[in-house]
Structures are given as structure tokens and as C-alpha cells.
């Protein structure tokens, strides 16, 4: 028995809550992989500038360095969203006074 307003009587359990949404990983994923792609490039560039010697050291060293720090975001963006995380703020998760 079921009052107008979803209640229950005093004593019957309701229903069980369903179960918390997950966050969907594609969109992680994807940011990943374009991460590791400007990596990537970044690396090109900084080895094609020291080959070609067209630009000082410092901006060479710096392509590389921002490649290499591009790639380790983008694999860790890669791995994390394999995982199943909760969404904290779908309205399932949120508790009721």
C-alpha cells in the first residue's frame, strides 16, 4: 500500500534505491588520446628543430618538455578511464533529508 505522494506506511520498506549512475569514460578517454597526440607533435617538433637548427635550444627543449609532459597526462587519462567511477552528483547519490 502506496499513499498518493510515493510514501510508505510507518514499518513497510519502499522499494530498493537503484543503483548510483556511472560516468560514462568515452569523453576521458577521448581527451587522453588528444593529449597523447599533441605530445606527439610537441616531441616532433622539438627533435625536427634541433635536426633542422632553425629555432634556439631553449624552444626545442621546451617542445619536448611539453610533449613529454602532454603524454604522461594523456596515458594517465587513458588508463583512469577504464575504471568505473560514481557521479557524485546524480540525483541518485545525493541524500535526502
Known amino acids: 500500500m502506496t499513499f498518493e505522494n ?3 506506511p510507518q514499518g513497510q520498506p519502499g ?5 548510483p549512475q556511472q560516468k560514462k569514460p568515452t569523453r576521458n578517454k ?10 606527439v607533435i610537441f616531441i616532433l ?8 637548427d632553425t629555432r634556439g635550444a631553449f624552444m626545442n627543449w621546451l617542445f619536448i618538455i ?7 597526462m594523456g596515458v594517465r587519462e587513458v588508463i583512469n578511464s577504464r575504471k568505473k567511477q560514481i557521479d557524485p552528483f ?4 545525493r541524500s535526502t533529508p
Open 6 to 8: 510515493g510514501q510508505h
Open 15 to 19: 522499494p530498493p534505491p537503484p543503483p
Open 30 to 39: 577521448l581527451n587522453g588520446w588528444l593529449y597523447v597526440g599533441l605530445g
Open 45 to 52: 617538433l622539438g627533435v625536427l628543430g634541433f635536426v633542422g
Open 66 to 72: 611539453l610533449g613529454v609532459a602532454n603524454g604522461i
Open 90 to 93: 546524480s540525483p541518485d547519490n
